[in-house]
């Protein structure tokens, strides 16, 4: 399906960590809730996410969706939703192409400073041993994620103890099991965090000019690395983070610092993976350092009905459905739809409001089919009508009554299916008028939600 290819920093692993979350006062669990809907509305229109072998490794959030068996059959029927960019490595033994660029995330727990934002490191280990030797795809699947495969009985012994490996598995399986979901190179240029923090640097003293306090934060971190991480490290996030123990705290400097870590390195992860642009959801106390760089124009803010202030909302019509609420089957019948694709394809090729409406119309005409406000009545129940037609007329023969008696006999079954059905088509039209209007308010919202952070 047409769309764009993005960079997801919200897929990153450190950004459902607690030293991430614990300074927001939202919960994990409405953390990856809302940034679910995130996911939903770029699933919508069409786009592409691409994901890094760290991300594939270690990402919380990815693993929360894999654990959705309707996130996984979505997956399966729209494989380019999730599009993986790793390099291959070499270090679990001779392996093809494809399997080498998938666990070369898993490959990474070789390095002894490197730590996981969301498992135990030792049971990544585990998992990383159990993928040595294996040479192909086909190999990994039978001896490891069948039923009472290696990784299967591993994962099910320890799922008391870290529940989204779970998550992981089936993020694994995936692009083993799914030939068509793509794996591929790197196609940009790599950087190091800390590289990004001092061309930033320069940048800001240019474009910030009224913003000294974030270009503050830019040299207080930069002085940061240089006087507590070793030099040989500087391009180590994992070394510079496992040092910041106050992150978590509201309004601490070291949160700062780490935040600002954080945003540099996905941006560095989006230079090496080129993406078409990033997607973004801020935190308040962070800074906008991906602006800098020119290769974000979207921001999301996290909104819910409880706490959403009215400009963010500004726009969108307050129905009880969204797009961002769709479910993930609902959203593979728009993007398998040809209707949808044509009109979609024509949008982003020449975005206008004509074009646009084309799309929101031919996905409610879908939503509708899936999620109808009435269903249709059975088959079976319009057999029902012609019979119970029959038995009046003969009632009205057998008591000979009068033509107009047999011809409203005739009719009178017939009034409730006729009657159900004419609401539903009114109904079923109505809904598509309403998530038709729906769809092109966010889409108001689709590039950004401009100046708003968590």
């Known amino acids: 399906m047409p769309g764009q290819s993005v960079y997801a920093f919200w897929l990153d692993p450190e950004f459902l960590n607690p030293r991430a979350i614990g300074g927001t006062g939202i919960s994990w669990k409405n953390w990856a809730h809302e940034l679910e809907r995130v996911a939903k509305l770029r699933a919508l229109f069409g786009d592409r996410i691409i994901l890094s072998n760290a991300q594939l490794t270690d990402s919380g959030l990815l693993f929360h969706l894999f654990m959705q068996e309707e996130f996984r059959r979505f997956c399966e029927a729209c494989p380019d939703f999730l599009e993986l960019r790793s390099p291959a490595t070499e270090r679990l033994g001779r392996q093809t192409d494809r399997l080498a660029r998938i666990v070369s995330g898993l490959a990474r727990t070789e390095d002894p400073d490197w730590i996981s934002s969301t498992h135990p490191k030792e049971l990544l280990v585990q998992i990383r041993e159990k993928f040595r030797g294996i040479r192909h795809e086909e190999e990994a699947l039978g001896s490891l994620f069948t039923g009472r495969g290696k990784l299967t009985e591993f994962v099910n012994q320890h799922s008391a103890r870290a529940p989204l490996l779970s998550g992981l598995r089936f993020a694994l399986k995936h692009y083993l099991e799914v030939p068509r979901a793509p794996v591929g190179p790197p196609h940009g240029d790599r950087r190091t965090y800390d590289e990004v923090l001092e061309e930033a ?254």
């Not at 560095?268 to 124009?297: E, K, W, Y």
């Not at 769709?326 to 694709?341: F, H, K, N, P, Q």
């Open 201 to 454: 640097e320069s940048r800001a003293s240019q474009e910030w000019e009224e913003q000294d306090a974030w270009k503050r934060t830019i040299q207080e971190t930069l002085a940061f690395i240089r006087k507590r991480v070793p030099a040989n490290f500087h391009g180590n996030r994992s070394k510079a983070v496992e040092q910041l123990v106050n992150a978590a705290e509201p309004n601490h400097p070291e949160r700062a610092m780490y935040l600002a870590i954080v945003e540099a390195w996905n941006v560095a992860v989006t230079n090496s993976l080129g993406a078409q642009v990033n997607s973004v959801v801020p935190f308040r106390d962070g800074i906008p350092l991906d602006t800098l760089f020119g290769h974000v124009d979207q921001y999301h803010a996290l909104v819910s009905a409880h706490e959403a202030e009215p400009q963010v909302l500004s726009g969108i019509y307050q129905y009880e459905w969204s797009p961002s609420s769709l479910t993930w089957s609902a959203l593979r019948s728009v993007r398998e739809d040809r209707g949808c694709g044509e009109a979609l394809a024509r949008y982003h090729e020449a975005p206008s409001g004509e074009a646009l409406d084309e799309f929101c119309r031919a996905a409610g005409s879908v939503v509708a089919k899936v999620h109808p406000v009435m269903p249709p009545l059975h088959p079976a129940l319009s057999i029902l009508v012609p019979i119970a037609s029959a038995g009046a007329r003969l009632v009205a023969v057998m008591f000979g009554a009068r033509q107009v008696v047999t011809a409203a006999a005739l009719l009178l079954p017939v009034l409730p299916w006729a009657t159900y059905e004419g609401l539903r088509l009114w109904m079923g039209g109505r809904q598509i008028t309403r998530v038709a209007e729906s769809i092109k308010s966010y889409a108001a919202h689709y590039n950004l939600v401009r100046g708003k952070a968590i």
